[in-house]
């Protein structure tokens, strides 16, 4: 069974997923990464030459991909926009959403410049408006929801007590 992690940019998913796949033996794939490894481009590039809507497009085939193998699979932020991606991964594996607090994000995301959607400074802003549109479908799909402001060894335990409980 794959274990999907979902959650806003910052969130720890790719580390976490890296952690989580360590302790429970099995495979990682960051979403993100492997999009860029497929379409030869990195992410910032796909938005800035294809936009937005095309990158969504290969979020979604890169996700239908995951299901031939067995991983743990750090989804994209973005990928609960779909409600393709929702029923997909619901359906599919254990959704586990890492939910931090926004001041949390902001500052995790303070400095970084490889997230298209975060253009200004205004860190809180820009996150708060993204978190209100997605909050719901976040929600909704997963399975269980772990608090992500805590350390990724703390979230990837709390993550094993409760798939195995
Ligand atoms: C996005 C999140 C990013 C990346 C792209 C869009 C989003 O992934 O896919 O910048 O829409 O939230 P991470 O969640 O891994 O940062």
Known sequence: MN???IGMMGSGKSTVGKLLAKKMKM???DLDHYIEVKNNKSISDIFKENGESHFRILESKALRHME???VIV??????VLSEEN?????ASGKVVMLQASL???ANRLHNAIDRPLLQNKERVQE???IWNKRKDHYL???HLSVDADQTPEAVSSQIIQQIQS
Do not use: H, Q
């Open 74 to 79: 750090a989804c994209s932020g973005g990928i």
């Open 68 to 70: 031939d193998f067995t």
């Open 86 to 90: 929702r029923k997909f991964l619901n």
């Open 127 to 129: 996150l708060t408006k």
């Open 27 to 29: 495979p990682f794939v």
């Open 103 to 105: 001041n949390e994000l």
């Open 3 to 5: 274990i999907y992690l």
């Open 140 to 142: 909704s799909t997963a």
